[in-house]
T-cell receptor, first 114, second 110 residues
């Protein structure tokens, strides 16, 4: 399958700071990238969908000013958690795909806000 | 986001036994996918199904895309300890938007 690289794998930050997570499709051009959040022992919850060059579409209940998504190129999308708080601690996973094929996942980023 | 109904939630089986899990939805999907997730990792695609009624195998794994396009099942035959993990179904709409089941946590006792 295609390779999607997510960085960093884990990050610890202080409350009130911002954290940026990168998602790169290494061997294909992704027209669409998705950002998910996963709490322990739970399924993946879609946060937002981003298409290259346009604004992300956020799921209901997801604060777009808190979770900033940028999809500047066909191979890179970033998620910035702004003014992070302990309740933002979670496992964040991106996936990248094209319109007519299945999406592939990054390895995830574990965010811990202290 | 809207989730799929996946069952069972968890399974504890002996090595060598067969496993079956399924997903249902009130919505129609164009593609059904089955993923496995190990702790601390992103999900890895196991099987993708593109046509209603399609039955696809990948080694000891077999999955089917339901005729109504609202359900799918995954079977694992002759389970082994490395099958341990969480299995997720996902339905995909045109444009790539995916919705996930809650997951089936599989434990295999040697």
């Amino acid at each position: 399958g295609a390779v999607v690289s997510q960085h960093p794998s884990w990050v610890i930050c202080k409350s009130g700071t911002s954290v940026k997570i990168e998602c790169r499709s290494l061997d294909f051009q992704a027209t669409t990238m998705f950002w998910y959040r996963q709490f322990p022992k739970q399924s993946l919850m879609l946060m937002a969908t981003s298409n290259e060059g346009s604004k992300a579409t956020y799921e209901q209940g997801v604060e777009k000013d808190k979770f900033l998504i940028n999809h500047a190129s066909l191979t890179l999308s970033t998620l910035t958690v702004t003014s992070a708080h302990p309740e933002d601690s979670s496992f964040y996973i991106c996936s990248a795909g094209t319109d007519f094929a299945e999406a592939f996942f990054g390895q995830g980023t574990r965010l811990t806000v202290v | 986001g809207q989730q799929l109904n996946q069952s069972p939630q968890s399974m504890f089986i002996q090595e060598g036994e067969d496993v079956s899990m399924n997903c249902t939805s009130s919505s129609i999907f164009n593609t059904w996918l089955w993923y496995k997730q190990d702790p601390g990792e992103g999900p890895v695609l196991l099987i993708a199904l593109y046509k209603a009624g399609e039955l696809t195998s990948n080694g000891r794994l077999t999955a089917q895309f339901g005729i109504t396009r609202k359900d799918s099942f995954l079977n694992i035959s002759a389970s082994i300890p490395s099958d341990v993990g969480i299995y997720f179904c996902a339905g995909q709409r045109p444009g790539g938007d995916m919705r996930f089941g809650a997951g089936t946590r599989l434990t295999v006792k040697p």
